[in-house]
């Protein structure tokens, strides 16, 4: 179990660094939101790991609550993207 969790966390942050190049990178507003969305939720799922290997509650409950707050920030930059078309 704790290989399979290090190895998740290990492929996370690879995800993480790739999108943080590719937001160097990115030429339109779009791109950046949704690859920085990418990073976000790679964070969430690497605390979200951690938090199993190290069996604490307190961390699960964080990382939830970043998922929650994380697809709220995901909804309101699609709507300032989109200038609150539907």
């Given at each position: 179990?704790?290989?399979?969790?290090?190895?998740?966390?290990?492929?996370?942050?690879?995800?993480?660094?790739?999108?943080?190049?590719?937001?160097?990178?990115?030429?339109?507003?779009?791109?950046?939101?949704?690859?920085?969305?990418?990073?976000?939720?790679?964070?969430?799922?690497?605390?979200?790991?951690?938090?199993?290997?190290?069996?604490?509650?307190?961390?699960?409950?964080?990382?939830?609550?970043?998922?929650?707050?994380?697809?709220?920030?995901t909804v309101s930059l699609a709507r300032i993207l989109t200038r609150g078309r539907r």
């Amino acid at each position: 179990m704790t290989l399979i969790v290090w190895t998740t966390v290990a492929i996370l942050l690879l995800a993480a660094v790739l999108g943080l190049a590719r937001v160097m990178t990115a030429r339109d507003d779009a791109s950046v939101a949704a690859v920085s969305d990418l990073v976000y939720f790679c964070a969430v799922g690497t605390f979200l790991m951690i938090g199993m290997a190290s069996e604490s509650i307190v961390l699960l409950d964080v990382a939830s609550l970043a998922a929650l707050i994380g697809i709220l920030a995901t909804v309101s930059l699609a709507r300032i993207l989109t200038r609150g078309r539907r």
